[in-house]
């Protein structure tokens, strides 16, 4: 499987400098860049990075470089990996979500429990659980890892309180199913023994080295949530 993370890994630095290489391509010639470097500099920069990769393996586009990754994913064994669950989870979240091959991926680690919840996958440390893709075609795929007995809402998500964040994505939905989705993932945690609605101390990440005293507590914020139903949810948990 090493070599289909490898390949993962490489479309999604394919995908990050194909953005730098619109960014610079659209910005004003006036912006203000990096001493050193010209825009045209910067461009040819982040080009130059694509042609390695595309000479690796052989490839001049972007569609050959998606048929490689897909015949590699159809050809491998997967188990539990922290780095194909970091990839896998890049793409979902980008808008090659919808190719059949990275879908199959995504759905298959999930159904066989070939992740962990808690990993830290983000840059700013953000779990695993606070990373899947909110689309609606996952939304039941997704609801098997909040009902996975490992996941622990103790642990921050950017510093922030992970159920919180959830709050307020069901506060801020955009439609009524992407609100019934938070409402089910706040009503699953609410059945986790690891939320304790009084207490002050959060986690960094699953290892609990770095430990946060008084926190402000889920109690306490819920308070200040206008949101009667959410209210009734943890009125019913106390």
């Known amino acids: 499987m090493k070599e289909l993370i490898e390949k993962l890994y490489d479309f999604?630095?394919?995908?990050?400098?194909?953005?730098?290489?619109?960014?610079?391509?659209?910005?004003?010639?006036?912006?203000?860049?990096?001493?050193?470097?010209?825009?045209?500099?910067?461009?040819?920069?982040?080009?130059?990075?694509i042609d390695n990769i595309y000479k690796k393996y052989g490839v001049n586009s972007f569609d050959l470089m998606i048929s490689i990754v897909e015949k590699e994913i159809d050809n491998t064994q997967l188990y539990t990996s922290f780095d194909l669950c970091k990839n896998i989870i890049l793409i979902m979240n980008s808008k090659f979500y919808s190719l059949s091959a990275f879908k199959d991926l995504y759905k298959n680690i999930?159904?066989?429990?070939?992740?962990?919840?808690?990993w830290n996958i983000g840059v700013s440390s953000e779990p695993?659980?606070?990373?899947?893709?909110?689309?609606?075609?996952?939304?039941?795929?997704?609801?098997?890892?909040?009902?996975?007995?490992?996941?622990?809402?103790?642990?921050?998500?950017?510093?922030?309180?992970?159920?919180?964040c959830f709050v307020f994505c069901y506060l801020n939905s955009k439609s009524d199913q992407e609100k019934e989705y938070y409402f089910k993932i706040i009503s699953l945690a609410l059945k986790s023994p690891t939320i304790d609605l009084k207490s002050h101390d959060r986690y960094k990440s699953e290892t609990k080295n770095?430990?946060?005293?008084?926190?402000?507590?889920?109690?306490?914020?819920?308070?200040?949530?206008?949101d009667s139903n959410i209210k009734q949810l943890i009125k019913n948990r106390l």
């Open 110 to 118: 999930i159904v066989g429990e070939m992740y962990n919840p808690n």
């Open 210 to 226: 770095v430990k946060y005293y008084n926190y402000t507590s889920i109690e306490e914020q819920i308070e200040k949530i206008p």
């Open 12 to 49: 999604n630095q394919l995908c990050e400098y194909f953005f730098w290489v619109e960014y610079y391509n659209k910005i004003d010639t006036r912006h203000e860049l990096d001493e050193k470097l010209s825009k045209l500099d910067k461009s040819q920069y982040y080009l130059k990075k």
């Open 128 to 164: 695993f659980f606070a990373f899947l893709p909110v689309i609606p075609e996952f939304y039941e795929t997704n609801l098997m890892v909040y009902k996975n007995p490992k996941l622990d809402w103790k642990i921050l998500n950017n510093e922030m309180d992970s159920f919180m």
